[in-house]
């Protein structure tokens, strides 16, 4: 059974930086599709960032060129470097992982049915 732990989570002014960690057990982390989502209070879950078992990564457009996404074989974790925050990016942080090898189109990568398996989350919180 895989499980997922997020930590790494605060508050911190716009502008500022933070890096999540997603530590996984019970399967591989390079054998499986990861990816991060959030969830706003009262939005849906959203994709923010993906990485395949290729190493091709995905970005949602609002994180593009912001947020960085990247893991380590030998820690079996996964990472999002969340840099120039904005307010807007205040949400609950989701790492989820897909051990499965079935075929997707590559938007399909930051959607929330193609995940398996998901972590508690961790809050990330922005003040302008």
């Known amino acids: 059974q895989v499980q997922l732990v997020e930590s790494g989570g605060g508050s911190v002014q716009a502008g500022g930086s933070l890096r999540l960690t997603c530590v996984v057990s019970?399967?591989?982390?390079?054998?499986?599709?990861m990816g991060w989502f959030r969830q706003a209070p009262g939005k849906e879950r959203e994709g923010v960032a993906a990485?395949?078992?290729?190493?091709?990564?995905y970005y949602s457009d609002s994180v593009k060129g912001r947020f960085t996404i990247s893991l380590d074989n030998a820690e079996n974790s996964l990472y999002l470097q969340l840099n120039s925050l904005k307010p807007e990016d205040t949400a609950m942080y989701y790492c989820?992982?897909?051990?499965?090898?079935?075929?997707?189109?590559?938007?399909?990568?930051?959607?929330?049915?193609?995940?398996?398996?998901w972590g508690q989350g961790t809050q990330v919180t922005v003040s302008s």
């Open positions: 989820a992982a897909d051990p499965s090898f079935r075929p997707i189109v590559n938007w399909e990568l930051l959607l929330e049915s193609t995940y398996d398996f």
């Open positions: 019970g399967h591989t982390i390079r054998t499986m599709r």
């Open positions: 990485i395949t078992t290729a190493n091709m990564i």
